[in-house]
């Protein structure tokens, strides 16, 4: 089963707009990251927030962590219609080289 | 720098055939893996591996072989084709530094498949 479960599997805003989206796992682990797909394309890494950290900031994206609760959130802030891919998150049990990625959402900026 | 690249773009196989995807990466990275994609279902692992001579099972692996012979190269085989097995396959890796730049993990283009 998946690790990485993430929320909405859809999500559609306008331009400007904040966009949100949730990743829950099931065990314990060393760090987490979301990665960035563009339609018929790899994935590219974005950010990664470490177990012992509960907020991360890069640029635009502002990722959380709660360990308590295995959830992390990523906001994307002032959306812009470039940022429409799907978005993933991956983690990999403490101790093992094992990632696993959720199933992904799919955001669409709407210009 | 190429990064982590794989070949064929785009195979079409008939039922029963084997093939091998290649995987090459050229950054010295110890860790490499290959995940399928399928509508709805996100990436799902098949093998990976931390180092030549290294390899294990992900979360699909039947139907798939793979090899570690070099630190640059992790091909993928199917040994028998099915439609089942219609996906697209990424290769990924990573190295194991420190900091998050040593825990990103880098993927190919993808390789589309179709087993007729």
């Known amino acids: 089963s998946q690790q990485g479960e993430e929320d909405p599997q859809a999500l559609s805003i306008q331009e400007g707009e904040n966009a949100t989206m949730n990743c829950s796992y099931k065990?314990?682990?060393?760090?987490l990251q979301w990665y960035r797909q563009n339609s018929g394309r790899g994935l590219v890494h974005l950010i990664l927030?470490?177990?012992?950290?509960r907020e991360k900031h890069s640029g635009r994206l502002r990722v959380t962590l709660d360990t308590s609760k295995k959830s992390s959130s990523l906001l994307i802030t002032a959306s812009r219609a470039a940022d429409t891919a799907s978005y993933f998150c991956?983690?990999?049990?403490?101790?093992?080289?094992?990632?696993?990625f959720g199933t992904g959402t799919r955001l669409k900026v709407l210009a | 720098n190429a990064g982590v690249t794989q070949t064929p773009k785009f195979q079409v196989l008939k039922t029963g055939q084997s093939m091998t995807l290649q995987c090459a990466q050229d950054?010295?990275?110890?860790?490499m893996s290959w995940y399928r994609q399928d509508p709805g279902m996100g990436l799902r692992l098949i093998h990976y591996?931390?180092?030549?001579?290294?390899?294990d099972q992900g979360e699909v692996p039947n139907g798939y072989n793979v090899s570690r012979s070099t630190t640059e190269d992790f091909p993928l085989r199917l040994l028998s084709a099915a439609p089942s097995q219609t996906s697209v396959y990424f290769c990924?890796?990573?190295?194991f530094g420190t900091g998050d730049s040593g825990n990103t993990i880098y993927f190919g283009e993808g390789s589309w498949l179709t087993v007729v």
């Open positions: 990924a890796s990573r190295g």
């Open positions: 065990t314990s682990i060393n760090n």
């Open positions: 927030i470490r177990s012992n950290e």
């Open positions: 991956a983690t990999a049990n403490s101790g093992t080289y094992k990632y696993i």
């Open positions: 950054m010295n990275h110890e860790y």
């Open positions: 591996s931390v180092g030549a001579g290294i390899t």
